[in-house]
Nanobody, 127 residues
């Protein structure tokens, strides 16, 4: 089991920046592949970014590539999402997700690959 708590959401203008954090507790954080997803009103939850256990490999949705940066600090049991050049279409509830893995694993990009989820944090980008 792992408990995930997101923070850092808020209201920002178009072109602005926000930094989301996901704090994990429970099992050894470094054993989890981690990801960020988001869900806008009336839409399905979609993949944003993910990274491997050591953070050495990352993958991004095309819609955020070049604007968002995912990272993790295994010593602090945290994962972050730096969001720059925000657009109105980035407005959504952002969720962090975790999957326990043994050995080497690629970052997962499907919702169904992650059994553990946080409660979400709202990001609103206004024009």
């Amino acid at each position: 089991q792992v408990q995930l708590v997101e923070s850092g959401g808020g209201l920002v203008q178009v072109g602005g920046s926000l930094r989301l954090s996901c704090a994990a507790s429970g099992r050894t954080f470094s054993r989890f592949v981690m990801g960020w997803f988001r869900q806008a009103p009336g839409k399905e939850r979609e993949f944003v970014a993910a990274l491997t256990r050591d953070g050495g490999r990352t993958v991004y949705a095309d819609s955020v590539k070049g604007r968002f940066t995912i990272s993790r600090d295994n010593a602090k049991n945290t994962m972050n999402l730096q969001m720059n050049s925000l657009k109105s279409e980035d407005t959504a509830v952002y969720y962090c997700a975790a999957r326990w893995v043994i050995g080497v694993a690629e970052p997962y990009i499907r919702r169904e690959d992650y059994p553990y989820w946080g409660q979400g944090t709202q990001v609103t980008v206004s024009s």
